[in-house]
Each structure stands twice: as C-alpha cells, then as structure tokens.
Nanobody
Framework: QVQLVESGGDLVQPGGSLRLSCTAS????????IGWFRQAPGKEREGVSC????????RYSDAVKGRFTISRDNFNRRVYLQLNSLKPEDTAKYYC???????????????????WGQGTQVTVSL
C-alpha cells in the first residue's frame, strides 16, 4: 500500500522558515516523481514544486521561486521542501504527491499524480 506522510508544518512568523518532509512507503521511491502542492482556505489546490527521479531537475511556481527549495534523499525515501522568507499568503495545507515516471523532468500538474499524502498545515502569522 502506497503511503506518503508529510511533516514539519507549524505556525511561523512572516520572514521565518520551515522545512517540510515527505516520507514514502509502499513505492519504488526512485521511480517516482514527487511534487508539493498546497491549498489555502477557499482556494483551489496549486502546485508548488516538483523534483525529478534523481533530483537533478526541479520546478517551482512563480509564487515561491527563490524562496522555497525542494530536495530528495532516495536512500531514506524522503523529499524535503525548505520554505524561507515565508509570507502570510503562504498559509495553506501542504501536500506531497507522487507519480511513476520513466522520463526526465517533473510535472507540476495535478492529473499526473497518482498518490497523495494527508497534508501538513503551514500558518504564517504574527
């Protein structure tokens, strides 16, 4: 059974940092592209970042480019999302998701993703 578990969400002040983790089980981890998505109250879920199988290719939404960094540790079956310079508009539930791929690159589009975690809450507020 495929399971993705996110952790690391918290309440943080504007300008602060967090590191989110996504741990996978039940999948051949290094055959899966991993993406991070987020959903704020009253808004649609949006793609934040994704990382290719070997971690050599990453993509970011314009909203987070230059502030967030995605990385992966295939040995420990984890993907990380470092969130820096956080803004109140980054407040959302953050989800990691995975899909099997045999191609280079990664897609930051929901329909590609086959498996989803339950999410971790990030709140940016004074």
């Amino acid at each position: 059974q495929v399971q993705l578990v996110e952790s690391g969400g918290d309440l943080v002040q504007p300008g602060g940092s967090l590191r989110l983790s996504c741990t996978a089980s039940g999948v051949v981890f290094n055959s899966n592209v991993i993406g991070w998505f987020r959903q704020a109250p009253g808004k649609e879920r949006e793609g934040v970042s994704c990382i290719s199988l070997a971690g050599s290719i990453t993509r970011y939404s314009d909203a987070v480019k230059g502030r967030f960094t995605i990385s992966r540790d295939n040995f420990n079956r984890r993907v990380y999302l470092q969130l820096n310079s956080l803004k109140p508009e980054d407040t959302a539930k953050y989800y990691c998701a995975a899909y099997v791929s045999d191609r280079t690159g990664c897609a930051l589009t929901e329909p590609f993703y086959e498996h989803w975690g339950q999410g971790t809450q990030v709140t940016v507020s004074l």
